[in-house]
């Protein structure tokens, strides 16, 4: 309810704004019919009116509100809000990042160890078990599941994660993220390298050394 309830918010205020524009919304209930149509040409609003619901149902406060704004495929302006601390994240294409106007930047850890912390997020799939054998992989790293992907990437942005990894991400999950992450120095590919966009569902996400 709490989670259509901050969509409700998000919309109509765009609306009143912009009333002609799209908004992809996780619970909105036509997103699958954009996903469907391909969002290389999207234009519009893309956001997850509350990212780490489970978190925020249970009083554990790490949750956050994304919004992003699309043209043509390519997103160009990137805003999340943590509602618990007024922490403000945003990002303009090739203009940097801020957290509450000041600016911010990737960590810079070398490799691997004791003080690395290295973050993901549950996937309520089998591939939990995979990403924690891939944990297990990189030895003694400090292992953070916080269960607000978004809130998670923006950490990252800002160096108070290592590096960040999912493999179950959704386009609100992303977009803003994405941007805010990237603008902040961040190298972003798949798990296996590859090229990835905001529509994608899996992430690897750091600074160049790390990934």
């Known amino acids: 309810d709490l989670d259509l309830a901050s969509e409700k918010v998000i919309i109509d205020t765009i609306k009143q704004i912009f009333p002609d524009d799209v908004v992809m919304s996780e619970e909105s209930s036509d997103y699958k019919k954009m996903l469907q149509q391909g969002t290389a040409s999207f234009t519009g609003w893309v956001t997850d009116p509350i990212d780490g619901t489970n978190n925020f149902k249970r009083g554990f406060n790490y949750s956050a509100i994304s919004l992003a704004y699309v043209d043509k495929g390519e997103v160009l302006l990137g805003g999340v809000l943590n509602p618990y601390n007024g922490d403000t994240y945003m990002a303009e294409k090739d203009r940097g990042a801020t957290l509450?106007?000041?600016?911010?930047?990737?960590?810079?850890a070398k490799a691997f160890d004791m003080g690395t912390r290295v973050c993901t997020c549950n996937t309520y799939e089998e591939n939990d078990n995979r990403n924690i054998r891939m944990l297990l992989n990189l030895g003694k790293t400090w292992f953070d599941i916080q269960g607000s992907a978004v809130l998670a990437m923006c950490d990252a942005a800002c160096g108070n994660f290592d590096l960040f990894f999912h493999?179950?991400?959704?386009?609100?999950?992303n977009a803003a993220a994405f941007l805010i992450a990237k603008e902040a120095g961040a190298k972003i590919v798949g798990l296996d390298g590859q090229a990835v966009d905001w529509t994608s569902p899996e992430v690897l996400l750091g600074n160049a050394d790390l990934v």
Do not use: E, F, R, Y
Request: avoid cysteine; aromatic fraction near 6%.
């Open 167 to 173: 493999d179950g991400l959704k386009p609100w999950d």
């Open 100 to 108: 509450n106007g000041q600016n911010i930047s990737i960590g810079n």
